[in-house]
């Protein structure tokens, strides 16, 4: 990534020939123009000057290469960038047909930035020549995605997308982990029916039955160089082949290895002649011919016939996703494009030039245990069974661009892993996620975002466990101890009921993506972090779901980290009481898209284990001295 200190975006403009340009800048420093070679020629950027190495990343670049997922031009949350906008339109023309009073941030016309957009008085624009620069200032604030600019339809019907993203310096490598895990999940789902219906890549319907960001979200993980690539290339340096036995007829000068058999079994399909070298052994006659057999390596077996067809399945499904997307979603396209030139440049390798048509696939060996083609099924029958699951999980912001916050695909993950932590922990579900599978047209929906339809029931020991998403916690009625004190509505993002023979006892999660370890532990620490104060809400918010949701035992934040151990805050001082229980409390968890996720789940999960038993038993739990006599 290259820093910036500011880049330029030339709208088309419909007036006349002066086009609209829009500039943003960090800084004052004008900067050094440079090249990027994926830029389109209506973009220019400008290299900071200031070459000083920073412990922060700076809040303005442009990628060197161009990326399957982000945006070429990437901005930071929680900051403040300057822009001048000019126009083909005088001041007064400006002022005269109202048009600020119509559109708030006009010239901008994406409605949908008004909050992020503040424009500088009328007074500080300038006019030259009839076009009037018009300035302001962006803030994205808690905003993580992709920004659409576009001038009001009366100027342009260009457009120009960049992606706003976290302070996080793993963010990319945590969304393509995110990405990849939820596609895992959908397939584990599928799996877990007791017959799931299959699905093949020669239906002609799976365009028409499959999302396109379903469709998307697998053939990121298919491609991954990990799989269908890597399996591609075992396959490409040890094909399998078989020996192909070939009869034939020549004239008998030629023959070295006569096949005497074949001769013997069908001597009418032979030319004869009288007399000649043979006439004593056949009755006075000798062939003119005589068959032979040759014996040669083919790869052209059902195996390499399946990988071939397979391949140009899935080329035709990347052309018809490239015939329906529309252009907005640039990096998509993109990422299509590329997965069309691999399939291509397999498709003309030698091999697969002299392998035929698939006629039949009757279960082979060699695709379940040999190198190469087994990974090869592997891929293919995960995409099969993933693409089968419609969720909320989705890369596309339909309004404004391409991907969906990674702040909302991390907490549909973090939902995944807590269920996966319930499953392992209590080993009998009453009810699993895939009881929330539905059968559509296309093919199976889970809807999470049922409130209390969308339980899931666990039985540990003694134990009932219900797990909730986003469940709404209401005004108290009747005799029922659960909701809230008052009238308000709360809705954590999880939440684990835990029912014994006496009670029932809540535990709560919210993920937050943003935050992060030292400014968590500044926050507990009392001090001021002055990025992002709004995540001193979050500890606010964990607080407010102890105190106000009845029978409320602890209340956790889930974030993304490499800190392995946990931070939790049991709410009796009492020293003794600490070491034996771990509520009533609050507290925070580490957990990361990536492979040290196996440490914080184990870590999560021990936690849970512990609440579990300390509740499987008999004893009276207290609101405010817990389980003190």
Known sequence: MINL?????????????TPITLTVSVTDDIGEKIYIDHLPPNIEVFKTLDNTPSSTIPPLFVRKEKSETFRDINLREQTEYNFLISVPISKKEIKQEQLIKQNPIYPIGNLKLKNYVTLNSSDSWFEKEGVTTISGRFNFKNFIGVISFYCDSDLSNDYFQLEVVSYKITYETDFKNLLNDLSNFHSELILSLDDPTEVNLISEEIIDNVSPHVLILHLKKLFNEERLPLAIETILSNPHKKLNYINDKDNMSFITTPDIIELISNPTGLEWKKEGL????????????????????TYDTKENQFIKFSLEE????????????????????????????IIEEYLQNPLFQQIGPL??????????????????LQAIQSFELGIQLNTDVSEFDTTNGDLRPISSLYEIWCYFKLYFILKDICLVELKSLSSLLYRTEKGYKLNLK???KSCLIFKYKNLVIEFYYNRDFINQNGEIWEGTYDRGVLHPDFSIKIINNIQSHWIHFDSKYKLDNNKLQKMLRGENVQEGN??????????????????????FILYPDITEEATIFIRHPNIKYKQTFSIPSIGAFHL????????????????????FDIFNTNEYYQEETGFEK
């Open 450 to 452: 049922q409130k209390d």
């Open 278 to 297: 043979l006439k004593k052994y056949f009755k006075g006659y000798s062939p003119l011919e005589f068959y032979s057999e040759e014996i040669e390596n």
């Open 534 to 555: 709004y995540l001193r809400n979050d500890i606010h918010t964990a607080h407010a779901y102890r105190d106000a949701i009845l029978g409320t035992r602890g209340v």
């Open 5 to 17: 200190s500011k880049f330029n975006y030339q709208f088309i403009s419909e007036l006349n020939k």
């Open 592 to 611: 990361k898209p990536s492979s040290q996720s196996d440490h914080q789940m184990k870590e999560l999960k021990d936690f849970l284990l512990n609440i």
């Open 359 to 376: 006629t039949n696939l009757t279960n082979s060996i060699v695709l379940q245990r040999r190198n190469g083609y087994k990974e090869f």
């Open 314 to 341: 899935i080329e035709k499904l990347v052309l018809e996703l490239l015939n329906k997307l529309p252009n907005k979603f640039a990096n998509s396209r993109w990422f299509l494009n590329n997965c069309l030139n």
